[in-house]
């Protein structure tokens, strides 16, 4: 426990530190937005990197590979897929575009308040989802490690992660996140290699014991554990896919580097550390079920959340647990870090400079505003992980992925490569995507359970899918397409080809 403590304190103080020095550099809103533009393109991977591979990854996806099988394996394969999206369609134009948000490209096209004020509210929903997730794998992480109760854990998260955003901005959330990556992709290695060394590294007699280490038996290689309807899986895939493309806090990422180029270079190199984790985590996720099983997961929380750090313990004992769940801590640290950072910012630049103040704010306003929006943001998402203790952190995150596909994915395809599309467009995309995501999730099945305890609310749920990517994501397309097709303000042309130039040239 003592060990456990120190090294939870040892990243507390370290990441602190940076903050500090960061906070001495952070005097224009530029470096409090995006570091001034001067990171690298490796370091903006590693950052990239730090930000994805969060609690959902190490966590939930562990958990959901142990207790569930193959079915857990969709969220590896559906996270990593979802860079080439990334790669090839959006990363390139949103640099060239943007400033700041997410919102600044799509103003590019459409210098409207209402554009702005709709992706500066898609910005802070789909942020607080992805948040909520981060602070229960932070709860019930700490709860088991140090003892704490839930609450009080969240709450101490809660907090850091505002004095990080508040005091460093992004130069201090960048660096969190870089040697987070490190720490994540080096402690996930040595216990892959732990794991691997007791199936005497031979991926073949993995399988096979795997086959009769849990109670699924056999059934435990094929799909159809969780998810036992085809439609619920191909809901899911479609949201992991195209939700990348439409996080704000990994799009804002590409602000950070000085050209198009160099974020490119990002997505690449990012792309090859998010896909040599996810290959680790099947490892993980087979380990926990045949070295620490079932009945131990499910005990310890009953999303299996705790999978990756009690295997840690069952392989390597008290230090090697501590030092896992420390790792696993400065995960959450630096992804909630980034969340609050983009949904700060989201408000400060988005809707209180361009809608509130008509453009004319001074940056130390604009900064100042930002820093008590973190704070806002912070409380918010503290208040509903309360209330989503029991979930798995891996399927909140992908109902955050569903609505960032749903709201804001349409829109920056359009803006880019539909010269007819409008500004009615953009917002009635937007809404329709938002809406029609969160009424479905607060309708489906992980939110309304006719077992007591079983779910949030005790109830039969009259949508039937847990995630609402195969519906809301058609609607928001439909909805930037209807919107604009009914509207009889006329596109500007000329517009589009200057946003086409931008685009593809950064000119």
């Not at 937005?33 to 370091?43: D, F, I, P, V």
Request: aromatic fraction near 12%.
């Amino acid at each position: 426990m003592n060990s456990a403590f120190l090294l939870f304190l040892a990243i507390v103080v370290v990441t602190l530190v940076i903050t500090y020095y960061a906070s001495r550099k952070t005097k224009s809103a530029n470096e409090f937005y995006t570091a001034g533009g001067g990171l690298t393109g490796w370091q903006n991977g590693l950052a990239i990197a730090g930000d994805y591979m969060s609690a959902a990854s190490f966590l939930g996806i562990a958990g959901t590979i142990a207790l569930s099988g193959f079915d857990g394996f969709f969220y590896s394969i559906g996270f990593l897929v979802a860079y080439l999206v990334v790669l090839y369609l959006v990363a390139e134009p949103l640099r060239n575009l943007g400033k700041y948000t997410m919102a600044d490209m799509i103003a590019a096209r459409f210098d409207d308040k209402k554009v702005r004020g709709v992706a500066a509210i898609n910005t802070v929903v789909i942020s607080t989802f992805y948040m909520i997730a981060q602070l229960v794998g932070a709860g019930s992480l700490i709860k088991l490690l140090l003892g704490w109760d839930y609450w009080l854990s969240v709450l101490v998260v809660g907090l850091l992660m505002t004095v990080y955003v508040v005091w460093g901005g992004m130069r201090a959330t960048s660096w969190v996140q870089i040697i987070k990556a490190v720490l994540l992709m080096g402690g996930t290695f040595i216990l892959s290699v732990i794991v691997l060394s007791k199936f005497h590294f031979s991926i073949s007699d993995m399988f096979e014991q795997m086959k009769t280490a849990t109670p699924l038996k056999e059934k435990f290689l094929n799909p159809g554990n969780k998810y036992k309807v085809p439609l619920d899986t191909l809901s899911l895939n479609l949201a992991l896919v195209l939700g990348t493309a439409g996080l704000p806090h990994i799009l804002i990422r590409f602000f950070t580097v000085r050209d198009a180029k160099t974020a490119r270079s990002s997505v690449v190199n990012a792309t090859w550390l998010i896909g040599i984790f996810y290959v680790m985590t099947v490892f993980l996720g087979f380990g926990a079920a045949a070295f620490v099983g079932y009945d131990a997961i499910t005990a310890a929380d009953k999303g299996g959340n705790m999978a990756a750090p009690l295997l840690a313990k069952a392989l390597g004992g008290d230090f090697f647990f501590a030092f896992i769940s420390a790792v696993a801590f400065a995960t959450i640290l630096a992804v909630v870090t980034g969340l609050v950072l983009s949904a700060a910012s989201a408000f400060a630049h988005d809707f209180y400079s361009h809608i509130v103040r008509g453009g004319k704010t001074t940056e130390k306003e604009q900064m100042s505003v930002a820093r008590w929006a973190a704070v806002g943001v912070a409380v918010l998402s503290i208040v509903l992980a309360f209330a989503a203790s029991k979930l798995n952190v891996a399927f909140l995150v992908s109902v955050a992925f569903a609505i960032a596909a749903s709201a804001n994915l349409p829109v920056i395809l359009f803006t880019v490569f539909w010269r007819r599309f409008n500004t009615a467009g953009a917002v009635t995309g937007m809404l329709a995507g938002l809406i029609s995501a969160l009424l479905l999730v607060a309708a489906s099945p992980s939110v309304w359970n006719v077992k007591e305890g079983a779910a949030i609310l005790t109830g039969q749920p009259w949508f039937q899918l847990a995630n609402p990517g195969i519906v809301s994501i058609p609607l928001g397309f439909i909805g930037a397409v209807v919107g604009t097709l009914l509207s009889k303000k006329r596109a500007d042309a000329r517009k589009f080809e200057e946003i086409v130039v931008r685009a593809n040239t950064g000119l």
